[in-house]
């Protein structure tokens, strides 16, 4: 059980480029979201999905596109990268709207 | 619109000192409760939760309990160890079809031998 994959890593784009960050869960969960986290703002959401099909913007969505064609899959698409896009992002699953999320180990972008 | 306030960081204490940290959140209805630790260079771990008025969540030492009446889910630990230093966050989420969940900003944890 793999839980909640997040590739690459780290990643390095030159301004104006465009990336996806793929996020893929294992666990059958409806719900998929992604946060950025950057020094003293804490984690904000970005994009959510409650279910395949069905997505909505978070606190954070501008410069960012998310689509949800099947359960597993959820990702982050980065139009044209810009320096503040700079951050570490986080994909996250739940099963239930009562219970706790289970995070990703995180892609670590930086854009120059 | 749904918000979580925590206690500034850092917070420093020496090993086997008592801890606290505060969190109290704005929320209509009856959101869950998470603590979430974040250790150095890795992602977010859920540490414990409360779903309801008056739950005690508790884990690996913390405790934390859902009051309603203080809008607060405090965390706590009887006797803190150098390897707890990392940074919490207390997060809600409220049911429905949205299942957002809330961060508060999060608070640094540095214990000292």
């Known amino acids: 059980n793999a839980g909640v994959t997040q590739t690459p890593k780290f990643q390095v784009l030159k301004t104006g480029q465009s990336m996806t960050l793929q996020c893929a869960q294992d666990?059958?969960?409806?719900?998929m979201s992604w946060y950025r986290q950057d020094p003293g703002m804490g984690l904000r959401l970005i994009h959510y999905?409650?279910?395949?099909?069905?997505?909505d913007q978070g606190e954070v969505p501008n410069g960012y596109n998310v689509s949800r064609s099947t359960t597993e899959d959820f990702p982050l698409r980065l139009l044209s990268a810009a320096p503040s896009q700079t951050s570490v992002y986080f994909c996250?699953?739940?099963?239930?709207?009562?219970?706790?999320?289970?995070f990703g180990s995180g892609t670590r972008l930086t854009v120059v | 619109g749904d918000s979580v306030t925590q206690m500034e960081g850092p917070v420093t204490l020496s090993e086997e000192a008592f801890l606290t940290i505060n969190c109290t959140y704005t929320?209509?209805?009856?959101?869950?409760l998470f603590w979430y630790v974040q250790y150095p260079g890795e992602g977010l771990q859920l540490l414990l939760k409360?779903?309801?008025?008056?739950d005690k969540g508790s884990n690996k030492g913390f405790e934390a309990t859902y009051r309603k009446e203080t809008t607060s889910f405090h965390l706590e630990k009887g006797s803190v160890q150098v390897s707890d230093s990392a940074v919490y966050f207390c997060?809600?989420?409220?049911?429905?079809?949205?299942?957002?969940?809330?961060f508060g900003q999060g608070t640094t944890l540095q214990v000292k031998p």
């Open positions: 997060a809600l989420r409220r049911p429905g079809n949205t299942g957002k969940l809330i």
């Open positions: 999905s409650v279910g395949a099909g069905i997505t």
């Open positions: 666990m059958n969960h409806e719900y």
């Open positions: 409360a779903t309801k008025a008056d």
């Open positions: 996250a699953s739940s099963t239930d709207s009562y219970y706790g999320y289970t």
């Open positions: 929320a209509t209805g009856y959101p869950s």
